[in-house]
């Protein structure tokens, strides 16, 4: 799905994952759940892209629904998969710490397992082989894609600027759809790692400019950064 200019949303509010699309090639943002795949291609043939073009995907964490069509990607093109250092182990074992799961609300939580099971969720592969990155990082990828550590919901949690496509994309350093409740709003994300820390990376999204705030989970946010950031923080 088109969102602006240069920009396309993959999956829906429950599971999200993007392409930025620019003259020089395609840079991809998450990759969802590995049903998404199909997702992808139905995407670059709406644009009249071959999967060739893109030139790489970013990960904004290393949990399994961000990671879902990655391995294959790598694989089948050979585009690489980065990802923060300090969640390089957790994208290639899936091995996490245990979290609170917190308040659910029964219909929208089997929602959530519902979709993850339409998508194939429970076939991720983990990804074999990544190019760690770091905080401040400038990627050599199309639209220059800079790396903003968001540590909380995971160690290597970042944000992903692409100041080409003004988007920010936040992967779960906050939410827009609580996928267990099913409440709307900028708002912190469930299964979160360390919660506090979580919520002061927040503050490194005051100086970004970019019109849109787009999460992994939840209807993309149009507005500044600093105030998503700040609706978050009154949720």
């Given amino acids: 799905m088109k969102i602006a200019p240069h920009l396309h949303r993959l999956g829906n509010d429950v599971v999200a994952s993007y392409l930025v699309d620019l003259p020089e090639g395609i840079t991809l943002v998450d990759a969802g759940l590995p049903g998404h795949w199909h997702d992808l291609l139905r995407e670059l043939e709406t644009i009249g892209r071959p999967l060739s073009d893109v030139r790489g995907l970013v990960l904004t964490h290393g949990d399994s629904d961000h990671i879902g069509f990655a391995e294959r990607l790598r694989v089948e093109t050979g585009a690489p998969v980065l990802v923060h ?8 074992t899936g091995e996490k710490p245990k979290t609170p799961m917190g308040p659910f609300r029964l219909g929208p939580m089997l929602g959530f397992l519902a979709y993850g099971l339409r998508k194939n969720a429970l076939r991720t592969r983990r990804v ?33 600027h692409v100041p080409a496509a003004d988007a920010v994309f936040v992967g779960d350093a906050l939410t827009t759809r609580h996928v267990l409740t099913g409440r709307e709003g900028a708002q912190p994300a469930p299964f979160t790692d360390e ?13 970004v400019t970019a019109s849109w705030v787009l999460p992994g989970h939840g209807a993309p946010w ?14």
């Fill in 128 to 160: 074999g082989e990544v190019v760690e990155v770091a905080d401040g990082d400038v990627l050599d990828l199309p639209g220059s894609p800079v790396v903003i550590g968001l540590p909380g919901h995971s160690p290597g949690s970042i944000a992903v």
């Fill in 85 to 92: 250092a300090a969640d390089a182990h957790r994208a290639r």
């Fill in 222 to 235: 149009r507005g500044a950064p600093a105030s998503a950031a700040a609706a978050v923080r009154t949720a």
């Fill in 195 to 207: 919660p506090e820390q979580a919520m002061a990376s927040l503050d490194r999204l005051a100086d």
